[in-house]
């Protein structure tokens, strides 16, 4: 039976791609893509932020099922902030050990909802044995030990002791290392300055070894994330950065007899999580939200409690939660940022409904689930309002399509009922990124998180498999997808 591989590369886009095979810098994608199918407008996730994207992909779900809203967020149970370890001043102002214990523990074990099951725990429940690799949302039926390095157990008081869930077949760089006949040999991309192992050329060193061990798992998650620290530093250098992940994927490819026999073997299916936008240079370009939203008490990172605070940001680069400790706030925070056209799409629910307005403008657009009309993915929706602030357009048999914001109905409603408290969800026009305190900013540089096309549509592309995949496409199709493919190839087994 043939075996699905599943590669998740950080930040590739859909016109890289293609201009990459167009100028054959791309050898392994020019080979797959002639042997498969290539949809380049696939839509994922939104906040578009590797976090919530992850645990959509394995669960099949929006955040308003699995419970992770993004890569920073406020848990109001805990009365902190959850940052799953972006930027070092973060980590530095919010402590190691809680960034630490969010990333590798909290997120699987506490933050995904237990009333979603993953596509590990769903595999193996059948029978299937599963795989993941580098991938940051793995929960599965397995424990395993993870192995800090010695300076973090130290500074975190070799207090983290506790075992994490994931498939059978499960690495996390050089923290987890994978029930194989042999370990991967060390080398530079094992080191702490290599990020431990989470990078490319060590998620193809473990995944060569666990094809050559005999034990590669009918399904099997891969994450390549190098391409996505290269695009947030240098854009305009995005399709060399895509072809340095081509020689990544050629040199797992040899691994066979010949690329023809790497897909007799496998469904092999690759997939970014997001775009990127190029942010503009000029200190124009970040929208200081320390600065617009001034008038409020403002909670800061390295405050351990809210007592006294008025507002939580949890800035997500081109996209932004704000969390009004006191319900008389919100009216009061969607004003102040609502005059600035540099924020793109304010957002914010009441009871059922979901509102959305643009920054500098006064028209409102109002919808919730159920009613008489319907998307192009099938779902169904009452909307009231102006259709301009989304850029919706209907056919003529009155489905609503998307434009500008892909899967716009959705999407947004998955991060605003992600979680039981208010909030308001902003976003940054194109060019721009939100600056506050101590986060990362790429002025100049690559940045996503945001509603918009560019950072929402993803290339999907499939070989090896006579399975057309559903189009419209979506990220959160891609699970109901590789349990068919499986379920049809053991049948016919």
């Known amino acids: 039976m043939k075996k699905v591989l599943l590669f998740l590369i950080d930040s590739m886009m ?8 167009k100028k054959d810098k791309a050898p392994a994608f020019q080979f797959l893509y002639q ?77 995904l909802s237990k009333e979603v099951r993953t596509i590990h725990e769903e595999l193996e429940e059948m029978g299937y044995t599963s795989g993941s690799i580098n991938v940051i949302a793995h929960r599965g ?47 530079w991309s094992q080191s702490f300055a290599s990020s431990l192992g989470i990078n490319d050329s060590y998620a193809i060193d473990v995944l060569i070894e666990i094809v050559r061990s005999g034990r590669q798992p009918d399904f099997t998650l891969v994450y390549l994330p190098d391409n996505d620290h290269m695009v947030h530093k240098s854009p305009h250098l995005a399709e060399e950065h895509l072809a340095a992940v081509d020689k990544q994927l050629v040199r797992f490819l040899q691994t066979f007899d010949s690329w023809e026999q790497a897909l007799e073997k496998n469904v092999i299916i690759l997939v970014s999580d997001h775009g990127q936008t190029v942010i503009g240079s000029t200190e124009q370009h970040d929208i200081d939200l320390d600065h617009l939203l001034s008038p409020f008490a403002i909670h800061r990172l390295e405050s351990a409690h809210v007592q006294g605070d008025e507002l939580v940001i949890c800035n997500n680069e081109r996209m932004a939660y704000l969390y009004p400790l006191r319900d008389e706030l919100l009216p009061q925070v969607i004003q102040a940022v609502s ?55 209907r056919s003529d048999t009155g489905v609503v399509f998307f434009d500008a914001y892909p899967d716009a109905f959705s999407r947004l409603y998955g991060a605003l009922f992600s979680q039981d408290v208010p909030s308001i969800v902003i976003t ?16 100049g540089g690559g940045s996503h998180g945001s509603l918009h096309k560019q950072d929402s549509l993803i290339p999907l592309l499939i070989a090896g498999s006579k399975r057309p995949f559903p189009q419209p496409a979506r990220l959160v199709d891609i699970k109901s997808y590789v349990m068919a493919e499986l379920a049809a190839r053991t049948v016919l087994a």
Not at 62 to 78: F, M, N, Q
Not at 376 to 393: F, I
Not at 430 to 437: I, N, Q, V
């Open 141 to 187: 039926l397995v424990r395993h030990k993870v192995h800090l390095p010695f300076v973090v157990n130290a500074v975190t008081g070799f207090s983290m002791n506790e075992m994490v869930s994931g498939p059978t077949i499960f690495s996390m760089g050089t923290l987890v290392k994978p029930a194989i006949f042999r370990e991967v040999p060390w080398n």
């Open 339 to 393: 005059m600035d056209r540099r924020i793109d799409l304010i957002a914010w629910k009441e009871r059922e409904w979901v509102k959305v307005m643009r920054g500098g403008e006064n028209g409102v657009l109002s919808f919730r689930r159920g009613g008489s009309l319907r998307d192009c993915y099938g779902n169904s929706w009452t909307v009231d309002g102006e259709g301009e602030v989304l850029d919706l357009h």
């Open 35 to 111: 042997h498969g199918q290539l949809i380049p407008d696939c839509v994922t996730v939104f906040p578009t932020m590797t976090a919530s994207i992850d645990c959509s992909l394995i669960t099949g779900e929006y955040p308003d099922r699995h419970k992770v809203p993004g890569l920073i967020w406020y848990d109001p149970a805990e009365r902190k902030m959850v940052n799953y370890i972006n930027g070092a001043w973060p980590i530095l102002s919010m402590g190691l050990v809680q960034c630490v214990r969010n990333a590798i523990y909290d997120m699987n074990e506490r933050h």
């Open 14 to 21: 859909p016109d890289v791609l293609i201009n990459c095979m």
């Open 428 to 443: 940054a026009a194109p060019g721009y990124e939100f600056k506050s305190k101590n986060m990362p900013t790429h002025l």
